[in-house]
């Protein structure tokens, strides 16, 4: 190779890897400030506390009691994305004579274990806008979007059937109003909203095999 074509691959080299190690170093940087808010507790990052309760609507009525948590990153005054997870008490209430004469339709699915209640566990990725100033009472948006999973192996009884499956789609929308505690302490409020939840699942009947579970509710959180 001729020296001045060796001098250029030389220089090419070395501006390659000095490009090479910007890329890596605004890598690890972007990863650094991306989870060091976390770790350090500064203002980028926040956490949610919720109480909920659901009001089962339509043809497939389950009930609620939800207690939840959110983690994550408040990434401009009004955008906030995390994860969460929390814990359902589901019950639902069936007629009187409830099953009766299902065992001759399908004997299998009928002397299944069955259940009026339940433990759900819904784990989900968190959204959340806000619109207003942090140091005054004002309105928010949010939306969760995950799975929910049964925390048993028994059928749960619904109106005209049971559900069948362990694992559940998840998705929970809400609006409501954000009041900070105080304007010394504007990153600490409380939350009241309204919610829809809905969740899809196997479902056994004589005409249907799925069934789509909708739910009106309030829900109260505390933020910092």
């Not at 605004?26 to 507790?41: E, F, H, K, Q, R």
């Not at 089962?56 to 959110?70: D, I």
């Not at 829809?196 to 004589?206: A, F, K, N, P, V």
Request: hydrophobic content about 40%; overall charge neutral; some cysteine.
């Amino acid at each position: 190779m001729k020296p001045k074509s060796l001098l250029i691959a030389i220089m090419l080299a070395v501006a390659g890897t000095l490009s090479a190690h910007a890329q890596y170093s605004d890598i690890i940087n972007g990863l650094t400030n991306t989870v060091m808010p976390a770790v350090s507790g500064s203002s980028y990052y926040k956490g949610y506390v919720e109480a909920d309760y659901t009001q089962g609507v339509g043809n497939y009525k389950c009930n609620f009691m939800t207690l939840c948590t959110s983690q994550g990153y408040k990434f401009t005054p009004w955008f906030y994305m995390g994860a969460g997870i929390g814990v359902d008490i589901m019950w639902s209430s069936v007629v009187a004579g409830w099953g009766d004469g299902w065992a001759d339709q399908s004997p299998e699915w009928y002397n299944h274990k069955k259940t009026e209640a339940a433990v759900m566990i819904p784990v989900f990725t968190d959204f959340r806008f806000n619109f207003g100033n942090m140091t005054s009472p004002s309105f928010f948006i949010n939306l969760r979007l995950g799975a929910a999973f049964l925390c048993s192996d028994s059928y749960v009884k619904i109106d005209n059937g049971y559900l069948t499956n362990q694992n559940y789609f998840y998705l929970q929308p809400a609006i409501g109003l954000r009041i900070p505690v105080s304007i010394t302490k504007p990153k600490q409020a409380v939350n009241v909203g309204l919610h829809y939840r809905l969740m899809t699942s196997d479902y056994w009947s004589g005409w249907q095999h799925n069934a789509v579970i909708n739910g009106l509710g309030a829900n109260i959180s505390y933020e910092w």
